[in-house]
């Protein structure tokens, strides 16, 4: 059974920094890909960042271009976001799922395993 466990989220002033961890437990961690999705009440779930299985190819939304860094750790089983330059409206619940595949999939129906979820505040 895997198990995603999300830690890290904080409230934070704007322009911090955060880093957020996943624990993905059960599996081998390195066959697939891995992403960071966040989510408001106003808003539906969106992609932030994802990691190939190899950590080879990265990819980012348009808003965390620049400011947010992915990275995983496949000895580990865990996968990172960096977060510079935070803003207020980066304020959201971050999820990571563990992708069905190796390659990144901005889709949320191609994650099959999800965390808790981990509140990332940003005051102005």
């Known amino acids: 059974q895997v198990q995603v466990v999300e830690s890290g989220g904080g409230l934070v002033q704007a322009g911090a920094s955060l880093r957020l961890s996943c624990v993905a437990s059960g599996g081998t961690f390195s066959r697939y890909s891995m992403a960071w999705f966040r989510q408001t009440p106003e808003k539906e779930r969106e992609f932030v960042s994802g990691?190939?299985?190899?950590?080879?190819?990265?990819y980012y939304a348009a808003s965390a271009k620049g400011r947010f860094t992915i990275s995983r750790d496949n000895d580990k089983n865990t996968g990172y976001l960096q977060m510079n330059g935070l803003k207020p409206e980066d304020t959201a619940v971050y999820y990571c799922?563990?992708?069905?595949?190796?390659?990144?999939?901005?889709?949320?129906?191609?994650?099959?395993?999800w965390g808790q979820g981990t509140q990332v505040t940003v005051s102005s």
């Open positions: 799922a563990r992708g069905n595949s190796a390659y990144v999939s901005k889709d949320a129906r191609d994650y099959d395993y």
């Open positions: 990691i190939s299985g190899s950590g080879g190819s990265t």
